[in-house]
């Protein structure tokens, strides 16, 4: 198995890097709009930071996950891991690999239902400014905004919320869409590195195999010796 296995989905496409970048953009762009749009200017305040802090960690795991990969998979893993002991010690470091990933992995679906959280009030709002209005005006605060005030279609307000409403719609769909293709990426590593398991295990039985193989060898020569 090669390490491309552990980066790259079948495509040839750098998934990682492309959904990191399209669920920090999507994120900082989409809550910079809902503010703008919801006239709240502390709305979701924290999330530069978190996305920041993600974006960070995401690229020092992701480096980490990558030397791992590289070190178990042919022709470093028989030169790295050439012993019984050594095989060991990286079937223990895959075998952990494999268990923070599927935590890493349950933490982005989660992300991802988190996510969809606000697309789908965002669809909601758009849908009920799309439909004729009683009095001819849409009221944020039944959403939950009591921040913006009534916009009417008479002074061409709700025209201008629809817009802009669409466009935060789209950032956090890009959000969305961005986090569901991570949860693909580490599902497709979770499969790499179970591969390297195997690898490892056969590996370490070919050797095994061999040392059995040399002792049988040494002995028939020294029954040979023994008969001369």
């Known amino acids: 198995m090669s390490v491309v296995c552990t980066v790259r989905l079948p495509g040839g496409l750098d998934h990682p ?15 910079q709009k809902a503010r703008d749009l919801l006239r709240n200017d502390k709305l979701l305040w924290f999330i530069e ?3 920041t802090g993600i974006v960070v960690s995401m690229f020092v795991l992701g480096t980490c996950f990558m030397v791992a990969g590289h070190l178990s998979t042919d022709p470093t893993s028989r ?12 079937r223990g470091l895959n075998m952990f690999l494999l ?5 890493l992995s349950l933490c982005w679906m989660l992300a991802c239902t ?7 009030l965002l669809v909601l709002m758009y849908i009920v400014t799309a439909m004729p209005l009683e009095d001819g005006c849409f009221n944020p605060s039944n959403f939950g905004f009591p921040e913006r005030e009534k916009v009417c279609s008479a002074s061409g307000e709700l025209d201008i919320f629809k ?6 719609l789209i ?24 591969a ?8 370490r039985f070919a050797t095994l195999n061999a040392y059995e193989g040399e002792e049988i060898r040494n002995s028939k020569h020294s029954v040979l010796d023994t008969n001369m």
């Open 17 to 31: 890097p492309l959904g990191l970048g399209g669920l920090a953009g999507g994120l900082v762009v989409g809550t």
């Open 49 to 51: 930071y978190t996305v």
């Open 79 to 90: 030169r790295v891991f050439n012993s019984t002991s050594k095989n060991r010690c990286g």
């Open 99 to 103: 268990g923070f990933m599927y935590v």
């Open 114 to 120: 988190l996510l969809s959280t606000p697309v789908v």
């Open 163 to 168: 817009n802009h409403a669409k466009d935060v």
């Open 171 to 194: 950032c956090y769909s890009v959000g969305l869409l961005s986090s569901v293709i991570i949860v693909i990426s580490m599902i497709h590593f979770l499969i790499c590195v179970s």
């Open 196 to 203: 390297n398991i195997t690898h490892l295990r056969d590996n």
